[in-house]
């Protein structure tokens, strides 16, 4: 839908660090996006 598109570019404009919990146990069969890496580096 289009509010979840422009959610979604919401999103991608500020990069917050993920919760730690998101980034060990990230759901299966989501992909990863591309910034996962990134917010979840410290972890």
Known sequence: TIAA????????ETIKP???KW???WPA???FPEDWF?????Y
Do not use: A, T, V
């Not at 598109?5 to 991608?12: I, P, R």
């Not at 990134?38 to 410290?42: D, N, P, Q, S, V």
């Open 5 to 12: 598109d422009s959610q979604d570019h919401k999103k991608e």
């Open 18 to 20: 993920m919760p730690q």
């Open 23 to 25: 980034c060990n146990l």
């Open 29 to 31: 069969g989501i992909p």
């Open 38 to 42: 990134k917010m979840c580096r410290g």
